[in-house]
């Protein structure tokens, strides 16, 4: 509410306020809120507002509704973004108190999401929230190229062994980490090191056994939890 002051025609008038409250138009839209940088897999609380043509809160408009949230992509491990548990692209039931509704939003793609949501009953709809979701900490090391079943001492190897680091939600490791590989058994070959690239592919090349040994390798990332990969096929030299 506000005051508003009338004056009187009258000399002997006096000012006095007048209490006005003005209360908000029908809904025009939804207002959308939350973090604008988040990491896969963490929750990023996102409140959703009634507003009215002028932006005022709606405060009287409350009770159940179905909202379909969508503008973020699945993961390259298959993982899906939600709502409250609920799928994005789906209906999600909801509750209003006081014209706003917030709930747990989990992103799992690294991407800049544009969020959107719709009420498509109601026939309104809000957004765009812009979110920057960036890669969790590195924990996976996967084979994209074995080594060689066989091959001799002091000769080049054929396919190159490499490996790919990503984060629990197979999201590429983009820092660049060095890449430790090392044989299975002792008296194989000293450890050697590689750096990854921005793609968080670390690649074995420019690399003979010096011995004729029998052995499997693994490779560990030496960023986020340190991951190792699963030992590799074996390798006869």
């Known amino acids: 509410n506000t005051d508003v002051y009338g004056v009187e025609n009258s000399m002997n008038s006096t000012t006095l306020p007048v209490n006005v409250y003005v209360y908000p138009d029908a809904i025009h839209h939804y207002s959308l809120s939350g973090d604008g940088i988040m990491t896969a897999g963490q929750t990023n609380i996102v409140t959703v507002a009634a507003r009215d043509q002028y932006e005022n ?6 009770g159940a ?3 379909l949230f969508s503008g973020a992509n699945t993961s390259p491990g298959g993982n899906i973004p939600t709502i409250e548990t609920v799928a994005f692209g789906s209906n999600t039931p909801v509750a209003f108190t006081g014209g706003v509704f917030s ?3 989990l992103l799992y793609k690294v991407e800049t999401a544009e969020i959107v ?10 957004g765009p929230l812009s979110v ?4 969790a900490p590195c924990s996976i090391v996967e084979w994209v190229n074995q080594p060689p079943v066989t091959v001799g001492v002091n000769q080049a190897l054929s396919p190159v062994p490499s490996v790919r680091l990503t984060d629990a939600y197979k999201n590429p490791e983009t820092g660049s980490p060095d890449v430790t590989f090392r044989a299975s058994k002792t008296g194989c070959f000293s450890p050697v090191t590689r750096t ?5 592919a670390a690649v074995l090349d420019s690399f003979q056994f010096p011995y004729a040994r029998v052995m499997k390798l693994q490779a560990t990332a030496l960023a ?5 990969s699963p030992y590799s096929d074996l390798v006869m030299v």
């Open 132 to 135: 920057s979701v960036g890669a």
């Open 65 to 67: 509704k179905n909202l």
């Open 224 to 228: 986020g939890v340190n991951p190792n």
């Open 196 to 200: 990854a690239d921005a793609g968080g």
């Open 117 to 126: 949501v719709t009420n498509n009953g109601e026939s309104i709809g809000g």
């Open 103 to 105: 709930g747990n939003m």
């Open 57 to 62: 809160q709606v405060t009287n408009y409350s």
